[in-house]
């Protein structure tokens, strides 16, 4: 089956100013950002959750008809969407930073908040994907002068959690949801250029796997 993107899909089954973590260089994980017209690789991403992670993704257990409306509603105009690819261009990682507009008048241009949501395929756990996929999320949001990172998680969700505790968030628990919260510094001239130095080695990188896998003879 292959997807309109550019190649086919494998068949093979935070109140500290946020910083990221410097990564050495054996850690560094190539992010690529994803458009409108990725959205059957993120449905197919999601799907191939099962129930329990749907459930810690979402807050409850998302069914599949739930998980399409979700990827239809997402505005790429507006929001970022990021994920990280294996070497058979599998999406293994994914990530949704949803801004929230300004509610100030005649600041409508400008989000002051954003909320991030991740997922990790069951194989590619205990990789620092999650982690990673924050990082960048923060880079991206300060750079566009976002002043809070929200995420809403299950107390369950320990992994999610552990992520922004790290990260400095505060984290306030009512029953079993919890809300973290995490104040970003300003932009800097250091932070723009990270950002658009991940960008760049994110798509340079899919284009090599892209070009490994095309040259690689049929089976």
């Known amino acids: 089956m292959s997807f309109p993107d550019d190649s086919p899909i494998s068949p093979d089954p935070f109140s500290a100013p946020a910083i990221p973590r410097a990564q050495r260089p054996f850690e560094w994980v190539p992010i690529r950002s994803l458009a409108a017209r990725h959205r059957p690789r993120i449905v197919a991403h999601l799907l ?26 997402i505005d790429f105009d507006r929001d970022e969407v990021f994920g990280v690819f294996n070497r058979r261009l599998d999406l293994i990682s994914l990530a949704h930073l949803a801004y929230e507009p300004d509610p100030e008048p005649g600041a409508a241009a400008r989000a002051t908040s954003a909320e991030f949501g991740v997922s990790v395929a069951i194989h590619a756990r205990g990789r620092g994907f999650g982690a990673r996929l924050f990082d960048h999320a923060v880079l991206r949001a300060r750079n566009r002068r976002v002043e809070t990172i929200v995420i809403h998680a299950l107390t369950e969700n320990e992994a999610m959690l552990r992520i922004v505790r790290n990260a400095g968030a505060t984290i ?22 990270a950002g658009v130095v991940e960008q ?3 798509e340079l990188d899919y284009r090599f796997k892209q070009g490994a896998l095309e040259s690689r003879p049929p089976a």
């Open 48 to 73: 191939a959750l099962d129930e329990h992670d749907r459930y810690l993704r979402f807050g409850y257990a998302a069914g599949d008809e739930q998980i399409r409306r979700y990827v239809d509603r």
């Open 172 to 193: 306030e628990h009512m029953g079993g949801d919890a809300e973290a919260s995490l104040r970003l510094p300003p932009e800097s001239f250091a932070s723009l250029v």
């Open 200 to 202: 760049q080695l994110g």
